[in-house]
């Protein structure tokens, strides 16, 4: 088809995403899939998948940047950048300015400080711990017998919130039971739940400006963002498809040259 | 260069080979005074006052070098549950938990490097707590195992200025161990051989300090892991004269690569402070990561730790109970930035890494804001990794690497 893309590789803990994008950060396909164990194939067949919606080839592709955890085993990628670089970049793109990006992943969370360029400040990430992350939610959900797609809305509908004061995501487990036994109702367990996962994200950092939300938790649970705004008193802002945020940092991290900068 | 045309990630010190020769001596006379009892030995902290011991013809052996020895030659995730079921917590000092696993399952590297069933056994324990209190438990284990004396100093801690009143109490405390050490040696304490002993371990001291400020130099003719090989001596054998020729020769090779502009990392581009113990069983991918990067950690508070210019063989006494306690381990919040300001400064540092080892509190210096307040007053970025000194079950390495890069990316496109 002829047009310059650009690809960025997010290989996180949990799901593979991938964007295929021009140079000034225009998305044309995106593509998902569980990391699973093979994290090259999972690469290559959301490549494939991408470049299908795209109608293009990999002849199109002018350069490719991974990033994610397993950014160092995506063979088709001509570079690697953290996906603390790549957050930093995706969420500038929507949000321009000086802004606080949060990503809440499947594995770890981030802080990010950016200036009004888009230069990165400092940043945090969590502890050696998932709690505070998607896979606490996750564990949460099996705990509950509930689908994950199902906990946004039950946390959007409570009518109050269960306070989890653990630290550890199996010990909240055993504290859910508690409530439980106590008569507590599900849907305000679930919001305790992402009140929790605040909780965590606010002890990482003071949080100051405006605050950009990423990553596939606030994807999935966009009640998260209402409740951290909430607790900070910040605006806090939600770019499309957040999932993709470090993808596309990715892709315009490969369409900014050698270094990415 | 190697076969493979890439630059080397890790440039080996010649001196290397006769510093492994020193230690292999220094361990086999340790395991000959234990078979034959030719001459008694003494277990002490690794900080503690070993010129004092060597006066008395002790050998002197360092579990804390077994610690590092089992961290490094990643046996302790093996052993440390050995010494967490019989009572020790996991939330405790990983050396002291792998030693005492070590001790337990009969299980040590100094078999494969030395050819020892195990370590010396003691006649004494002496220690200081000027590092933690920890050492003291530690030792205690050993004391109801072996049923011999222990005798120790109990140092302050969070000291601002070092007064009178401090040196004076630990003057006494040292004083005070000379019945019971003429006791178990079967010699009288004799203060000339002191100051001889004195003496040596000041001289080792210069000379371990003219090797570490090497790294001043750019590019650094060494690394942070380099100074944690080549402190085994200044660790294990000051107060002895062979510690200072080894480093007398170490510091011309260092001279060497400086005249001849050789760095420890080719391109030497970035360079980094580390603060805080080694996470010993990672020491070579860390240095790795940072040399694909070309990024040099030059400086240590760990390394210079082993620093005692107190010493003074005019006065021993004083002079031991003020190297001991001038230490930064021992000293105030405030003292600790400004020491930190002064490395920063003297040797020309990028960012920090403060190692944040969940075994070991008094070496994890970003507890109480230091490194927020660091970087707020110099501007200089920095990285908090989570993990540990020997546990690795404790340390996510995925985390850790990419807070690495993210550094100095971060520095990278500010460069730009």
Redesign the interface.
């Known amino acids: 088809m002829g047009r310059a893309l650009y690809c960025g590789v997010d290989v996180g803990a949990s799901a593979t995403k991938l964007v295929l994008a021009d140079g000034a950060g225009e998305v044309f396909a995106r593509a998902v899939r569980p990391s699973g164990v093979d994290y090259a194939a999972t690469a290559r067949a959301c490549l494939a998948e991408a470049l299908a919606t795209a109608g293009a080839t990999e002849a199109d592709l002018v350069r490719t940047v991974a990033t994610g955890?397993g950014r160092g085993n995506v063979p088709f990628a001509d570079a690697t950048?953290?996906?603390?670089?790549c957050h930093g970049l995706g969420a500038h793109h929507f949000v321009p300015g000086a802004i606080t990006v949060v990503d809440i992943g499947g594995q770890?969370n981030k802080v990010i400080r950016l200036d009004e360029a888009g230069?990165?400040v400092?940043?945090r990430?969590n502890?050696?711990c998932a709690a505070g992350t998607g896979a606490f939610l996750e564990e949460i959900a099996l705990r509950l017998d509930l689908p994950l797609g199902d906990l946004d809305g039950l946390a959007r509908a409570a009518s109050g919130s269960v306070r989890l004061s653990s630290f550890c995501t199996v010990f909240a487990k055993t504290e859910i039971l508690t409530h439980l036994r106590r008569g507590a109702k599900v849907s305000d367990i679930v919001r305790g739940a992402f009140a929790s996962v605040v909780q965590r994200v606010i002890e990482m950092d003071p949080l100051e400006g405006r605050i950009v939300l990423t990553g596939g938790v606030a994807a999935h649970h966009p009640t998260i963002a209402a409740i951290l705004a909430e607790r900070t008193g910040r605006e806090v802002t939600v770019p499309p498809y957040p999932q993709f945020t470090g993808a596309l940092g990715a892709a315009i991290g490969a369409a900014r040259g050698p270094?990415g900068? | 260069m190697p076969a493979d045309g890439k630059p080397a990630l890790i440039k080996k010190i010649r001196s290397a080979g006769p510093m492994r020769e020193l230690m292999g001596a220094y361990f086999r006379e340790l395991d000959e005074a234990s078979k034959t009892g030719s001459a008694k030995v003494a277990w002490c902290t690794s900080v503690g006052p070993a010129e004092l011991l060597r006066s008395f013809g002790f050998r002197v052996y360092f579990p804390e070098n077994h610690g590092a020895l089992l961290g490094s030659s990643r046996l302790a995730p093996d052993l440390i549950p050995a010494a967490n079921a019989v009572g020790y917590s996991p939330e405790i000092c990983s050396y002291l938990t792998s030693d005492v696993g070590s001790y337990l399952r009969k299980l040590t590297p100094l078999t494969k490097a030395f050819g020892m069933a195990g370590p010396p056994k003691p006649d004494i324990l002496v220690y200081n707590t000027n590092q933690c209190r920890d050492v003291q438990d530690w030792f205690a284990f050993y004391q109801r195992e072996f049923k011999v004396p222990m005798i120790g100093i109990e140092t302050p801690r969070s000291i601002g200025d070092i007064t009178k009143d401090h040196l004076d109490g630990l003057v006494g405390q040292h004083r005070a161990l000379v019945p019971t050490l003429e006791r178990v040696s079967g010699t009288r304490f004799d203060i000339d051989r002191l100051r001889e002993t004195v003496k040596c371990s000041h001289d080792c001291t210069l000379g371990w300090k003219k090797v570490l400020r090497a790294a001043e130099h750019v590019p650094s003719p060494l690394t942070f892991a380099d100074g944690t090989i080549h402190m085994g001596p200044a660790v294990v054998l000051r107060g002895d004269p062979r510690a200072v020729s080894y480093y007398e020769s170490l510091v011309a090779e260092l001279e060497e690569r400086k005249a001849a502009g050789v760095g420890a990392v080719d391109g030497e581009r970035w360079r980094f402070y580390w603060d805080g113990m080694p996470v010993w069983g990672k020491l070579r991918e860390h240095t790795e990561l940072f040399s694909s990067r070309r990024a040099c950690i030059v400086a240590s508070t760990y390394c210079n730790s082993w620093i005692f210019e107190g010493l003074a063989e005019e006065d021993p006494f004083t002079g031991m109970a003020r190297a001991y306690t001038e230490l930064f381990i021992v000293r105030s919040e405030e003292f600790k930035q400004r020491y930190l300001e002064g490395m920063v400064r003297d040797y020309g540092i990028h960012g920090i890494v403060y190692h944040d080892a969940k075994t070991c509190p008094n070496n994890s210096n970003d507890r109480y804001g230091l490194h927020v307040r660091l970087t707020r007053s110099l501007g200089v970025p920095h990285v908090v990794i989570h993990g540990d000194l020997n546990d690795l079950r404790l340390y996510s390495e995925e985390q850790a690497d990419t807070q690495f890069e993210a550094l100095i990316e971060q520095l990278e496109s500010k460069a730009v």
Do not use: C, S
């Open positions: 955890y950048l953290t996906e603390i670089h770890d230069g990165r400092d940043f990430m502890r050696k270094g900068q």
